[in-house]
Nanobody, 121 residues
Framework: VQLVESGGGLVQAGGSLRLSCAAS????????MGWYRQAPGKEDRLLVA????????HFADSVKGRFTISRDNGKNTLYLQMNSLKPEDTAMYYC???????????????WGQGTQVTVSP
C-alpha cells in the first residue's frame, strides 16, 4: 500500500486547508485510515483523526469541532478538512492506513511521506 499526501501549505490563523491522501497498491487490505501530525521539535506524533472502514470517526480533543475527516472509497482517497487553523496546528501531517488487524492492535502499518502545514499568527 502506498499513500501520497497533498494539500499542505502556509495559511494564516483562522484559515482553512484540505489535505488529501491517495492510496494505491493492495488497498483491499486497508481497514482504518487516519492522519497523524508531528510538531516541529517534538518527537511524539499525535493521532489527529481517523475513520474506520465502517465509518466510525475519532478526533483528538485539540481539533474537535475544527477538523473533519472523510473517506472516498471510490477514489481511494482520504481527506482532512481543517478549519479555524491555529499556529499550534503547525506540523508535518502524515496519512496512515491500517491492515485487517487494526481492531485488535490499533496499529497503523502504512505511512505516507507527510505534508507540511504551517499556520502563521
Amino acid at each position: 500500500v502506498q499513500l501520497v499526501e497533498s494539500g499542505g501549505g502556509l495559511v494564516q490563523a483562522g484559515g482553512s486547508l484540505r489535505l488529501s491522501c491517495a492510496a494505491s497498491g493492495n488497498i483491499d487490505v486497508i481497514n482504518a485510515m487516519g492522519w497523524y501530525r508531528q510538531a516541529p521539535g517534538k518527537e511524539d506524533r499525535l493521532l489527529v483523526a481517523r475513520v474506520s472502514s465502517g465509518g466510525s470517526k475519532h478526533f483528538a480533543d485539540s481539533v474537535k469541532g475544527r477538523f473533519t475527516i472523510s473517506r472516498d472509497n471510490g477514489k481511494n482517497t482520504l481527506y482532512l478538512q481543517m478549519n479555524s487553523l491555529k499556529p499550534e496546528d503547525t506540523a508535518m501531517y502524515y496519512c496512515v492506513a491500517a491492515g485487517p488487524h487494526w481492531q485488535q492492535t490499533g496499529e497503523y502499518d502504512y505511512w505516507g511521506q507527510g505534508t507540511q502545514v504551517t499556520v502563521s499568527p
